[in-house]
């Protein structure tokens, strides 16, 4: 909870203000040529985008929420978008997963680098989502741009206070899941639940050559990301790739935790969540894909000993 406030409430607090400029229309104009054909979205696109990664869950899906009440999308666009610009940011993955967890900065990076290919991924495949619906006939404002009036210095305190207020509601609402998830887990764990569903998850992973000793973490990580990836990193073994690769997959699924953040974001609007389950569970296999290629193609990156 202590690291969720400060490294969240900025980010929230600039998209708030950043939506009262002219930057996302400007980004509808110049990128529309881009994320109209590759993901079937409008330019505006981009900014959930790109602050989704930088940033980190669920900032992309608060942005995404945003352009559907503000009529920026429809809701299809909506869905697509929700699928592949809410990610983890590159704070958590190279600096708390990377440096903190894995102690080397390189796997940081490779993990970072394979998460961001896999959401591309993930948004390329979902452009085909509800591609023929009659409702998909929103034209991007790049078309009919009309330059915003800046705010006058009386309304800017006004923009600011709004923009704190709505910022600090939404990380209040993040630090709850966390904390909640974080004393569901030690329950899961003190009560031994986890165990019993370790021996049922034991067969499925060692069909995919991945020790048993991995069961609690990855069961772990799947309800909240943040437990299941300390408890992985810190699994001893020689190959350790494997350590890797998990903990690629579960960065990309987010967890439970992060899936019921986003369905309290959305549910504010008409945009489904069905889709972003779907996409989750696929970016978090195509990270694991990547780094698995990446680490066997690439002897600098194999840390096995």
């Not at 505006?44 to 559907?68: D, H, Q």
């Not at 049922?200 to 990836?229: D, K, Q, R, W, Y």
Request: positive net charge; charged residues 10%.
């Amino acid at each position: 909870m202590t690291s969720v406030v400060p490294a969240l409430l900025p980010f929230f607090i600039a998209c708030e203000l950043l939506s009262h400029t002219n930057i996302i229309d400007y980004l509808g104009i110049k990128l529309n040529r881009i994320m109209k054909p590759i993901f079937n979205v409008p330019g505006e696109g981009a900014f959930p985008l790109i602050m989704g990664i930088i940033s980190g869950y669920p900032v992309g899906a608060k942005i995404v929420t945003n352009f559907r009440k503000d009529g920026i999308c429809t809701k299809e666009e909506g869905e697509r978008l929700l699928t592949f610009t809410n990610n983890s940011g590159p704070l958590f993955i190279i600096g708390t997963v990377g440096i903190s967890l894995f102690g080397n900065s390189t796997i940081g990076i490779l993990l970072f680098i394979t998460h961001l290919l896999a959401c591309l991924t993930v948004g390329i495949i979902f452009r085909f989502w509800k591609s023929n619906s009659k409702t998909n006939t929103y034209i991007s404002s790049a078309k009919g741009y009309t330059k915003k009036i800046p705010p006058s210095f009386y309304s800017l305190g006004s923009i600011l206070q709004n923009s704190i207020m709505s910022s600090v509601s939404t990380v209040v609402m993040i630090g709850g899941f966390v904390m909640l998830f974080s004393v569901i887990i030690s329950i899961l764990n003190n009560t031994g639940i986890f165990n019993i569903l370790s021996t049922f998850v034991s067969p499925f992973l060692s069909l995919l050559h991945i020790p048993s000793s991995f069961a609690n973490g990855i069961l772990s990580g799947i309800v909240e990301l943040t437990n299941g990836v300390s408890i992985i990193s810190n699994i001893p073994m020689k190959a350790i790739s494997v350590n890797i690769i998990i903990c690629a997959f579960l960065l990309g699924f987010g967890g439970i935790s992060v899936l019921l953040q986003v369905l309290s974001i959305t549910s504010s609007s008409d945009i489904s969540i069905k889709p972003y389950i779907i996409g989750k569970v696929l970016q978090g296999c195509f990270a694991a894909l990547y780094t698995y290629l990446l680490i066997q193609n690439f002897t600098f990156l194999n840390f096995d000993i």
